[in-house]
């Protein structure tokens, strides 16, 4: 057995913590042979709530949970992390258009940011799933400037997964036939979901499904999902944006298919005319060892490379509304 790894997740008595805490402790994350210390970090009203949490955990009696620290301090729930899922956000309320809720989360995400700077492990990584995920990374990243920057990543992968999946649907395909699928940009509806290098098997995805369906269906299909998932269950997707988080930590932790990408969001390097300075998904390989690349050399077609300059200017105009918090 390796020494345990310390994991924070924040917002742990919400709904995606339910699913994603126990996936963690059971081994899903860092495989069967790494212990955990989970690291639970909540607001004060939701400390009974979490103590609720905490006892089902250890109603598991889950091996390689080595131990549980609950807390409603920021710098006691960083405390020598090596990973940490920031999932806890302020909710969206009636009346609130997106820039109140950004300006409500900048709030939160620099303390956590802070807290990191000083308080985390030299080694620490962090997935932030809390909306809106890409701002709310680029926030807790510039407020913890000792932390090598490629360490903030944010959000991508359940926008990646459920292309996947609509994608091997109407293929009539496995999932794991489909491959080198990318969502590039933001987390909201302005994302971009591209097949140009995708392949389902060993045909290319855009000649399986056709250019009509994969514009007039899927991509609007792919927006409005988490809508359509709130319509039918009445909350929010909860489980599969567990998953997401898992298959993300997952992949940067133990590295991703030969032949192969994913999609992540991670700092800007310029790369396809995103813009530098903003949280941007892109097509990222990752060997095995907690590093990422960016896959290079992807040639796009116009309306591709439009898509990325509409996303990327929502990003920047984001950005502008916490400006003073960078
Ligand atoms: P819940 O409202 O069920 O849980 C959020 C939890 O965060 C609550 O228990 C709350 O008390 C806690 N919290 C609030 N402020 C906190 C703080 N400062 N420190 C610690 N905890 C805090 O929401 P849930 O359904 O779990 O969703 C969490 C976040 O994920 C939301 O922002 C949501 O919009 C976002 N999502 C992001 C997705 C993505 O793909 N990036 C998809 C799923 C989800 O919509």
């Known amino acids: 057995m390796n020494a345990p790894l310390k994991v924070t997740v924040t917002g742990a008595a919400g709904q995606i913590a339910y699913s994603l ?28 709530a979490l103590e609720g949490v905490a006892m089902e ?32 956000a302020f909710p969206r309320k009636a009346g609130m258009d997106r820039s109140d809720l950004i300006g409500k989360n900048a709030g939160i995400f620099s303390v956590q940011g802070k807290a990191i700077n ?42 990646h997964n459920r292309s996947v999946s609509m994608l091997a649907g109407k293929a009539g395909a496995n999932v794991a036939d489909v491959r080198q699928l990318t969502v590039w940009g933001n ?23 056709g250019k009509r369906w994969y514009s007039k269906e899927f991509v609007p299909t792919i927006a409005g999902r988490g809508a359509a998932v709130i319509k039918a269950r009445g909350a929010s997707s909860a489980a599969s944006a567990a998953n997401a988080a898992i298959d993300h930590v997952h992949d940067w932790a133990q590295g991703t298919r030969k032949n192969d990408w994913v999609s992540m969001s991670v700092p800007s390097d310029g790369s396809y005319g995103a813009p530098e300075g903003v949280i941007f998904s892109f ?23 439009a898509g990325i300059k509409a996303t990327g200017d929502e990003l920047l105009a984001e950005r502008a509304v916490v400006a003073e918090l960078l």
């Open 283 to 305: 097509p990222c390989t990752c060997p095995g060892d907690g590093t990422y690349q960016i896959v290079q050399g992807l040639e796009l077609g116009e309306d591709i490379k």
């Open 187 to 209: 987390h909201s509806n302005t994302m971009v979901p591209d097949l140009t290098y995708c392949y389902i098997g060993r045909q290319k995805a855009l000649n399986a499904v």
């Open 118 to 159: 000083s308080r985390a492990a030299s080694d620490i990584r962090v997935l932030v799933v809390g909306n809106p995920a890409n701002t709310n990374a680029l926030i807790t990243m510039s407020n913890a400037p000792d932390v090598p920057r490629e360490r903030f990543t944010a959000m991508t992968r359940l926008d």
């Open 21 to 48: 805490l126990f996936r963690i402790a059971k081994g899903d994350v860092f495989g069967p042979k790494q212990p955990i210390i989970l690291q639970m970090l909540e607001i004060t009203p939701a400390m009974g």
């Open 57 to 88: 955990l250890q109603d598991c009696a889950l091996p390689l949970l080595h131990g549980m620290v609950l807390t409603d301090d920021a710098n006691t729930g960083f405390d020598g992390a090596n990973w940490a899922f920031l999932v806890g």
